[in-house]
């Protein structure tokens, strides 16, 4: 199974805008439903957004809907999200995952994941 790194956290202001991505391993990865996760201090992990294996159709999670985009390069085994208008109740360690299946929106649905990238938006 693939292996997943994510990178590109880190602190921006209210406003601002960053671009995660997530290295995938191995040589399967477009056979991988892709997805962010993220989890703020005291909370659950929580759905973010996800890709199908082609890149054809994505899902949002209401809070990040518009303001938040996901996209893959299976050339490169890379997910990208691209969050503007970043807000403070954006900060967060965000996550990455991969599953052998259709898209899910749950934690538990997802088999692999990252290790992890934090978010700190300051207002």
């Known amino acids: 199974q693939v292996q997943l790194v994510e990178s590109g956290g880190g602190l921006v202001q209210a406003g601002g805008s960053l671009r995660l991505s997530c290295a995938a391993s191995g040589r399967t990865f477009s056979t991988y439903t892709m997805g962010w996760f993220c989890q703020a201090p005291g909370k659950e992990r929580e759905f973010v957004a996800t890709i199908t294996q082609s890149g054809g159709s994505t899902y949002y999670a209401d809070s990040v809907k518009g303001r938040f985009t996901i996209s893959r390069d299976n050339a490169k085994n890379t997910v990208y999200l691209q969050m503007n208008n970043l807000k403070s109740e954006d900060t967060a360690v965000y996550y990455c995952?991969?599953?052998?299946?259709?898209?899910?929106?749950?934690?538990?649905?997802?088999?692999?994941w990252g290790q992890g990238t934090q978010v700190t938006v300051s207002s």
């Open positions: 995952a991969a599953r052998r299946g259709l898209k899910a929106f749950s934690v538990d649905a997802y088999d692999v």
